[in-house]
């Protein structure tokens, strides 16, 4: 399989290429040259495979010239070692994403990334600087999956008191190879810095650097999976995406493209709606993020944009993807509501795509199929704004360690030269 830029054809390169760059040289994202079908003895036999088949898979074709069956299978058992069950919450699926270490979703992809990038570069003798912006999520999860990985150091970009204290002990409470830098601005403003600072000549001779968020290929990839997996179990599902950078959805999109029965998607974004405007409109209009209480989803110029507008036209991705926005209040409204029928505690994430469905329906634009949500992180991890509606919400085990921990970051201000200083180690 080889990957292309999605702002030029003209230099194809390799998987292992595609996720140890990140970015591509031009500045665009990589993709595949074609997304692979599944074969056909694995579809028909998808609602019988164990997760970990199915991971095997549906990553294979993307990765199969550059890691042996033998080796990605054990990256895969070794991601993969939590589960994620699709679940019933009154008329709803809801696929649990939470289960990982970091408790949210982004734990498959960056769990995975971090075991390809070990083995691609088994090899390697010169070091590798990982450099991330995250709005929330991503953060912690890629410092967990790469926390102690050897010649691999990582440095995380966060907007500074725009992430809950949690998610600050997960990005910044770990040390050891990796570091956290607090930015004076937003979550655009973070990626910003990440993508100057990658084509700048002096941080290349000291280091291999790639990306770690959801523009990397290794990231996306592994999320296809458990749209397979949920879609096995509940065919012809609508699957309702909590998005922000929209490396989820596109993954989804992926798991379709492949042959997963998914019939189509909700993309549920917060009030940061340039997709939902976009699939409306046509006109793709990018703007400074605003912060809301799912801000891991605080995104006003999504990166995977790039991505879904080189799988499908407009008009097709009109068809294949309803967009629908929810504001902080009916946010909180889902959260309750959710509670109140059926027991069940959405995060505030989560609540977006209770709520998105439910507009969905409303507006007729279901026909009648079932509604998968996706639980992209635990309530536990939100409890500033999910205790005050529903009363105390249960820690699971992953995150008490992670509260235990204490935040070590430096503060700067948004600019490239500070971000310059930090990394020339000035
Ligand atoms: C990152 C994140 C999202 C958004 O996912 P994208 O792939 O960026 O669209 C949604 N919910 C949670 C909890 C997240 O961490």
């Not at 083995?119 to 790469?146: C, H, N, Q, W």
């Amino acid at each position: 399989m080889r990957y292309y830029s999605t702002r030029s054809r003209s230099q194809p390169v390799s998987f292992a290429h595609a996720v140890l760059r990140g970015l591509a040289e031009d500045g665009g994202l990589y993709v595949a040259e074609t997304i692979p079908e599944y074969r056909s003895a694995v579809l028909s036999s998808l609602s019988s495979m164990s997760f970990h088949d199915i991971a095997f898979e549906t990553i294979r074709p993307f990765a199969r010239d550059d890691i042996p069956d033998a080796p990605l299978r054990d990256i895969i058992e070794n991601a993969f070692n939590f589960p994620a069950p699709v679940i019933e919450a009154g008329r709803r699926g809801v696929a649990e994403l939470f289960h990982g270490p970091t408790a949210a979703f982004k734990d498959f992809g960056a769990r995975f990334m971090a075991r390809a990038f070990a083995y691609l570069r088994r090899e390697e003798s010169k070091p590798l600087m990982i450099l991330v912006a995250t709005s929330g999520d991503t953060g912690g999860a890629v410092a967990g999956g790469f926390f102690e990985v050897e010649g691999i150091s990582v440095t995380v970009l966060y907007p500074k008191g725009r992430v809950t204290p949690l998610q600050e002990k997960q990005i910044a409470g770990l040390g050891g190879n990796i570091s956290a830098l607090a930015v004076e601005g937003s979550f655009d403003d973070c990626q910003r810095l990440v993508k100057a600072a990658f084509s700048r000549d002096y941080l290349r001779k000291k280091f291999d650097l790639s990306s770690a968020n959801s523009i990397n290929i290794a990231r996306l990839i592994p999320q296809a999976v458990y749209y397979a997996a949920s879609a096995a179990k509940h065919p012809g599902a609508v699957f309702c995406v909590p998005s922000g950078n929209f490396g989820n959805l596109t993954a989804g999109l992926y798991a379709r493209e492949m042959g997963a029965p998914v019939s189509r998607f909700i993309a549920a974004t917060n009030i940061n709606k340039t997709i939902p405007e976009y699939l409306e409109s046509g006109v793709y209009n990018p703007r400074p993020s605003i912060a809301t209480i799912s801000n891991a989803m605080d995104v006003g110029a999504p990166s995977n944009f790039e991505r879904m507008s080189a799988l499908r036209s407009h008009a097709e991705l009109q068809k294949l993807i309803t967009g629908v926005f929810v504001d902080d209040g009916e946010t909180k409204d889902a959260i309750k509501k959710v509670y109140d029928e059926t027991g069940y505690i959405a995060d505030p994430h989560g609540a977006v795509g209770f709520r998105a469905a439910d507009i969905a329906e409303s507006r007729g634009l279901l026909s009648g199929e079932k509604v998968i949500v996706l639980e992209t992180a635990h309530p536990a991890k939100f409890a500033e704004t999910v205790e005050p509606i529903v009363g105390k919400v249960p820690v699971p085990p992953q995150l008490a360690l992670a509260e235990g921990r204490r935040v070590s970051s430096q503060t700067i201000p948004a600019t490239d030269d500070a971000l310059d200083a930090v990394l020339r180690g000035e």
